[in-house]
């Protein structure tokens, strides 16, 4: 009977994976063209102690290839303690030909991000926001590519990918699979027409959008989620105004974590906002994939813990062995994908990983259920 569910769950899993490789291949690369930029943005920035991040995200703004009259930089302090402010003032000192604000954010709900943002959008001058984070890192045609994509497509709200720069260790290549994950989900829920995922390091909507579909109202009480909710609300409101980009010069860059416990902290945060997801969809591919994950580790469990005969003895050891490769096959396909287009390289995806990936992926999917999480020197309750 437990062999049964077991395939009954595998069988929905392949389903739902097979649905997101096909809606990956349905997203096209979008191919820039030389129209003159036109589209004025204002790029907003919240951050809190990121004095070592802050100098290679503001020098790849400087590098922008877009005319500086063109944007504004809106920087939003979350009450660092460190040297971020005087980092910024000293690069604000440098590049005088771009406008830029800096803020201090105003904490009116359970998100101090949601607050960030909310501060800045009555002062800006431009009607397309974007927003990135402090530890990213731009490419230089970030904004010529999105506008170029604005001018030909009838777009409110762009969706970007988000990868990491990792170093050549085990731990760093763990994360970037887990991302790579999550942004092959991204764009194959673009592709089926059922988009319920982004990441608000690389995000962009009108002023006129947000204002329209309430901003972040109805989801305050929640620490994250600046970037979801806001985009499953456009999706409800505008659904053929919302795409996502898909060209590399779009690529947002990050840091990977380097410890393990920030790390699972992370993923409980943007696990956290899963059960406060408005469509049916994305709530059931996330029970999907926990069943997944938590019905490997339990029998796997069973077996090497071996404390009771009959319980051990209700999965065989070559079911688990077969439901682990199909999985890690469909899982290989979508994260083969997902790499040629953020990466552009080599791909492996080790046996250790995704041995070590659902016993990882279920403790954060129960912890997120129950548990609290800290993010940035604060603790948020579920």
């Known amino acids: 009977m437990i062999e049964i569910i077991l395939f009954v769950i595998l069988a929905v899993y392949v389903v739902f994976i097979l ?48 005319p500086k009259e063109l944007f504004e930089l809106i920087m939003i302090d979350d009450f660092s303690k460190d040297n971020s402010e005087r980092v910024y003032i000293k690069w604000r ?14 904490r009116l709900s359970n998100s101090p991000k949601k607050d960030a943002i909310s501060r800045a959008i009555p002062i ?7 927003t990135t984070d402090a530890d990213c890192t731009v490419n230089k045609n970030w904004l010529l590519t999105l506008d170029n994509f604005i001018q030909k497509n009838n777009a409110e709200m762009v969706v970007g990918a988000v990868v990491y ?5 085990w731990f760093h ?25 982004c990441n608000g390091a690389n995000f962009a909507y009108t002023k006129k959008l947000f204002t329209d579909i309430g901003g972040f109202g109805g989801n305050n009480k929640i620490a994250s989620g600046d970037d979801v909710f806001l ?18 010069d779009a690529i947002v860059t990050t840091k990977p974590e380097n410890d393990l416990y920030k790390l699972f902290m992370q993923r409980v945060r943007w696990a956290s906002k899963t059960s406060s997801y408005s469509d049916n969809y994305s709530k059931i591919l996330a029970v999907v994939v926990l069943l997944m994950n938590l019905s490997l580790v339990a029998g796997f469990g069973l077996q090497v813990l071996g ?8 999965i065989k050891w070559e079911t688990l062995i077969i439901v ?10 979508l994260l083969f994908k997902s790499n040629v287009y953020l990466r552009n390289g080599k791909f492996l995806l080790p046996i250790a990983s995704s041995l070590i990936y659902p016993i990882f992926c279920s403790c954060v999917g129960i912890f997120s259920l129950f548990g609290s999480f800290s993010w940035k020197g604060r603790k948020f309750n579920k």
């Open 124 to 130: 800006l001058k431009n009607q397309w926001i974007v």
């Open 165 to 169: 720069k990792t170093k050549n260790n």
């Open 173 to 197: 290549h763990f994360q970037q699979l887990d991302l790579l994950s999550l942004q092959g989900t991204t764009i194959g829920s673009f592709g089926i027409e059922k988009p319920f995922m």
């Open 307 to 314: 404390t009771s005969t009959a319980l051990s003895g209700t």
């Open 19 to 66: 649905q997101l490789i096909f809606g990956f291949d349905k997203v096209k690369t979008f191919v820039r063209t030389e129209e003159k930029p036109i589209t004025k943005f204002s790029i907003i920035v919240p951050f809190r102690n990121e004095e070592k991040n802050l100098p290679k995200l503001l020098k790849s703004i400087s590098n922008l290839n877009y």
């Open 324 to 333: 682990f490769l199909i999985k890690y096959a469909i899982d290989y396909v």
């Open 231 to 248: 985009l499953q609300k456009a999706i409800k409101s505008i659904s053929d105004k919302v795409h996502y980009l898909k060209n590399t």
């Open 93 to 106: 000192m440098e590049n005088g030909l771009i406008e830029t604000t800096l803020l201090e954010n105003l």
